[in-house]
């Protein structure tokens, strides 16, 4: 596609893993740029897509449910940070009107699909997914080994190892999960890093800290970090699934 004399090679593939996640790729040829950016469908709600025009061009752009940083963008084949939106080019407005169309169908669906692939058929499988999955994160140049697992008298009391490989330190927070609130239990993005946040109901000071073995405080809340946004969100169903059947006991 040509607009304004610079030329762009733009291309959409679906995952082959997950039918609600695509990638959308872009290559200035004019600049020697690409960029590629990988979306759930899911996260831009059943809200229409538009177009728009900007002098002689014609645009698609996509924004997330919330203006959340949920869009995984590379750069030149480059981690960048997570955007809360992206810009497609169309060759003119009957086509971009189509593609518009196809993308707000395709969110539609999404969104009635989405539960039923976090789902778990019990608390039982939830705790399995949580204490198999949260494992070793890479972020650029920086490792982080984690562990969750659960106290071998009760199940509802629980242990989280995170240790910053990169600065050498080691951090294991105790706590039940009686006293985490599940509303609050959410993952996020921060630069080009996915990680959900744990959270005492009331902001009460209930989560034991230790740091390289030794108590370092009381604490209300944790974070653990995830692969990607696909894990982080299953993640966030299977701990809000195990809390509330904590606080249910």
Not at 37 to 56: E, L, R
Not at 119 to 132: L, Q, S
């Amino acid at each position: 596609m040509v607009i304004n004399q610079d030329a762009y090679n733009q291309s959409f593939s679906l995952s082959p893993t997950n039918n609600l996640v695509y990638t959308y790729a872009v290559e200035d040829v004019s600049e020697g740029e690409n960029h590629a950016y990988t979306a759930n469908a899911a996260d831009f709600g059943k809200v229409p897509v538009s177009f728009n025009t900007h002098g002689d061009g014609v645009f698609i752009t996509l924004h997330t449910t919330g203006d959340r940083d949920l869009i995984s963008v590379k750069e030149n084949n480059e981690n960048a940070d997570f955007e809360k939106s992206f810009t497609l080019r169309a060759p003119d407005i009957e086509t971009a009107r189509a593609i518009a169309g196809a993308f707000t169908r395709l969110n539609e669906l999404a969104v009635d699909k989405m539960a039923s692939l976090t789902a778990f058929k019990n608390a039982d499988e939830a705790m399995a997914y949580v204490t198999k999955s949260i494992d070793q994160v890479v972020i650029n140049t920086d490792t982080y080994l984690q562990k969750m697992e659960k106290d071998e008298k009760d199940n509802c009391l629980m242990h989280f190892h995170s240790t910053d490989v990169s600065d050498d330190t080691k951090y294991d927070y105790d706590f039940n999960l009686k006293d985490i609130d599940p509303y609050k239990i959410q993952f996020n993005t921060k630069g080009n890093e996915v990680f959900l946040t744990m959270q005492v109901k009331g902001g009460n000071d209930l989560v034991k800290k230790y740091e390289n073995g030794e108590v370092d405080k009381y604490t209300d809340s944790f974070e653990i970090r995830a692969k990607d946004i696909e894990q982080a969100r299953k993640l966030e169903t299977a701990l809000r699934m195990i809390t509330e059947s904590c606080g249910e006991k």
